[in-house]
């Protein structure tokens, strides 16, 4: 059962469109991820937050924007897409402590094409 | 600054041993851990480690030497199912956790 939902699955969009990918938690969790992945390749970290009203950014210069107004929900916006943001979007989330916190559940993943 | 290296790809035969490696180089650190990713999937979680030695779970296992910066994950009586990518994720303070780049893990008949 996946307690972690990311939507949309699959998306196909043309280059300046703003899209939004949505990910929501019902787990309770304060930490939140998101990693963008291109097939086969390493994770790359481009956003965070370890609570409501706190993000970070992540290692991976992006051009996207987050937010967390809520705890259970922590959607990634693109102004403006552009062919390079072609990859797959991961969300993720953890407890804050506990044995929890070191482990982490993903959500299905949002795989983004820009033509 | 933080990192991990990994083999790119590891074969072997079903029903082996195999054995893939993980070395960090993490300041802070107090935890590695290790998931699996099926092509299409997302990553799965499989096993920490926070102390020295071996932890087993069914058919596999992890192992993790503080000294020695090294970790390793150890499958057992290996099965096609198997055959995905394994990730080692370093944890450190309170810093989102750091993986490596992943071992193609290819199970052949």
């Known amino acids: 059962e996946a307690d972690i939902y990311q939507t949309p699955r699959y998306l196909v969009i043309g280059t300046g469109k703003k899209i939004t990918l949505e990910c929501s938690q019902t787990?309770?969790?304060?930490?939140m991820y998101w990693y963008q992945q291109d097939p086969g390749m390493e994770l790359h970290l481009i956003h965070y937050s370890y609570g409501v009203n706190s993000t970070e950014k992540g290692d991976l210069s992006s051009e996207s924007t987050v937010s967390r107004i809520r705890t259970e929900h922590f959607p990634l916006t693109l102004e403006s897409a552009r062919p390079s943001h072609t990859s797959q979007y991961l969300c993720a989330s953890s407890s804050r402590g506990g044995f929890g916190a070191n482990v982490l559940t993903f959500g299905a993943g949002s795989r983004l094409t820009v033509l | 600054g933080q990192s991990l290296e990994q083999p790119s790809e590891v074969t072997a035969v079903e029903g082996a041993i195999v054995q893939i490696n993980c070395t960090y180089q993490t300041s802070g650190f107090y935890g590695l851990s290790w998931y699996q990713q099926h092509d299409g999937g997302a990553p799965t979680f499989l096993s920490y480690?926070?102390?020295?030695g071996l932890e087993e779970t069914g058919r596999f296992s992890s192992f993790l030497s503080r000294s020695d910066s090294y970790g390793y994950l150890l499958l057992q009586e290996l099965q096609m199912k198997d055959s995905a990518s394994y990730f080692c994720a370093s944890h450190s303070g309170n810093t989102p956790l750091v993986f490596g780049k992943g071992t193609r893990l290819s199970v052949i008949a």
């Open positions: 480690n926070a102390l020295d």
């Open positions: 787990m309770g969790h304060d930490k």
